[in-house]
């Protein structure tokens, strides 16, 4: 039942799915006014997805991507990790809300302190992030290296049973996240030297070995961004390769793991749901007079702040797109503190959405009148899944990711980047890939395209799609996988694809030289 999907009931129950995210046009950056000033901690994207490289389709991928919007030369610091946060991604497979399975993510910052003879006494410390060349197994020139660790946590995040993840060669609870692109004189072979820091893990109470990776990667979001927030300033009826990706010269940092899939679910059932959350001590207080460092070692280090207190969730994330134009501006700190299983208090944003109404007036006819509410719709696919597709053994009204392990991978070359609406149901909302337009497939939804479809709900009195035949869309579109699934324009650069292997996001866009941004 879960493998012949495309032209059956089935199929078009899942395709009312991409209203996962109802009113999406930008994805989770800088989406609500706490996270927007603290970018270390701020979760991006989210991608849950059957591996689609060879002779890994028994495994699923999940990457929770943070630090919007990095500008490649941003030296010297570049951009590190918090210290003193953490990483989480988290699984439900059982359908109570609640995760079952938390992979923890924490960083540490190793300094080398490095000095050079300037005519002094004494040598004089460097203030640059390297003083010499870097490539794989050779980083004595870096002046920081960032590792982690990486604790597998069963039951409640907090009080649950956490033990450490391991390399599965030497056993080293320690892994080491690679410096960001400098530029191609400091890192002549960016891709072998990040290759490096991909390590086979050991999982705990898990036959099958895994992998790990966490590393700067050039962003995989698409999305027309500076003109969608000018009041949607775009012909959104107009051809979906027509304008310039924005944030196409732009980095992230990722946190990649690949886990068997038979060691996500939990009895019988194929589906898992899944989100991201970070979180930072309670309390931070700020040395007006800070000597030294912990940077350094010195004797007498005062930090320039000291922090403490139970940790406190600043950021999450499951479906694209829900925090950003979906929670109202009053909520949006709240939902990124919540739980899923508290996503009752925001019910009125799913059933009475403000995108489709804002859209019909910028553009009326074109957009087409807002559908009825309330949106039982939305409510369905938003907050339940749907029976024999993607909904979990218990029903928790919720938001998450959620997807159904038992439906195979789709080869790259064979990618549809509108996912389950594009007949690929191996993509969102069955889960997400890089290569899937969410921003497309959620405006559709929105508009009110699968209104009464196959046991979604109606938008209030109607039971027929919305909108005629109008195809909805913010103008850009992604590089596919491969050169094959490549949209070629005068806006897509079809070199720029995705990888088809582990980590799948791209190596990141390097610092210099400057022709390369």
């Given at each position: 039942m879960h493998k012949i999907l495309a032209k059956t009931p089935l199929a078009l129950a899942m395709a009312s799915l991409v209203l996962t995210a109802p009113s999406a046009l930008a994805s989770s950056h800088r989406e609500a006014p706490f996270i927007a000033g603290s970018p270390k901690v701020d979760g991006t994207d989210f991608y849950m997805f059957r591996s689609y490289e060879t002779n890994r389709s028994d495994f699923v991928t999940l990457i929770a991507n943070y630090q919007p919007l990095q500008?490649?030369?941003g030296g010297p610091n570049y951009f590190l990790l918090d210290e003193n946060a953490i990483y989480e991604i988290h699984i439900d497979n059982d359908g109570d809300a609640v995760e079952d399975l938390t992979f923890q993510f924490q960083f540490n910052n190793e300094y080398q302190n490095l000095a050079v003879p300037a005519g002094a006494d004494s040598d004089t410390p460097v203030p640059l992030s390297n003083i010499g060349q870097i490539s794989?197994?050779?980083t004595g020139a870096l002046n920081v290296e960032q590792t982690y660790t990486v604790k597998m946590i069963s039951g409640d995040r907090r009080t649950g049973e956490a033990q450490a993840i391991t390399n599965a060669n030497s056993s080293s609870e320690t892994f080491v996240k690679p410096m960001d692109n400098i530029g191609n004189k400091s890192i002549p072979d960016y891709p072998a030297y990040a290759n490096d820091a991909i390590y086979p893990i050991s999982i705990p109470g898990c036959a099958t070995d895994g992998k790990v990776f966490v590393g700067q990667r050039k962003e995989g979001f698409v999305v027309n961004l500076g003109e969608v927030f000018d009041l949607v300033n775009t012909n959104p009826v107009g051809p979906r390769d027509g304008e310039r990706n924005i944030i196409g010269d732009k980095n992230v940092t990722?946190?990649?793991l690949e886990i068997p899939r038979s060691c996500l679910t939990a009895g019988e059932s194929p589906v898992i749901g899944g989100w991201t959350t970070a979180s930072v001590p309670q309390a931070r207080v700020i040395n007006p007079a800070p000597q030294g460092s912990a940077v350094t070692g010195s004797a007498g280090a005062k930090p320039a702040s000291v922090e403490?207190?139970?940790?406190t969730q600043v950021s999450r994330l499951g479906s694209p797109l829900v925090n950003e134009v979906v929670i109202g501006l009053p909520d949006k700190n709240r939902f990124n503190?919540?739980?899923p299983k508290d996503d009752g208090q925001f019910a009125q944003y799913v059933t009475n959405p403000s995108l489709p109404v804002l859209l019909n007036v910028l553009f009326g006819d074109a957009a087409?009148?807002?559908?009825?509410t309330p949106r039982n719709d939305l409510v369905t696919a938003f907050l339940t899944?749907?029976?024999?597709?993607?909904?979990?053994p218990t029903v928790t009204p919720s938001e998450m990711?959620?997807?159904?392990?038992?439906?195979?991978?789709?080869?790259?070359?064979d990618q549809n980047d509108l996912g389950v609406v594009g007949g690929d149901n191996a993509g969102f909302p069955n889960g997400r890939r890089p290569y899937d337009d969410v921003v497309d497939i959620a405006l559709n939804a929105a508009m009110g395209k699968l209104c009464g479809q196959l046991g979604a709900g109606n938008c209030g009195s109607q039971s027929t799609p919305q909108n005629g035949s109008n195809f909805y869309t913010d103008g850009t579109r992604a590089a596919g996988p491969t050169s094959a699934t490549s949209v070629i324009s005068g806006q897509i650069d079809g070199d720029d694809t995705y990888l088809p292997v582990f980590p799948y996001l791209a190596h990141p866009v390097p610092g210099s030289p400057s022709d390369a941004l």
């Open positions: 500008d490649a030369y794989a197994g050779n990722s946190l990649a403490g207190g139970a940790f503190a919540s739980e087409a009148l807002p559908p009825e899944g749907f029976p024999g597709v993607n909904q979990l990711l959620r997807l159904n392990t038992d439906i195979a991978p789709t080869p790259p070359a």
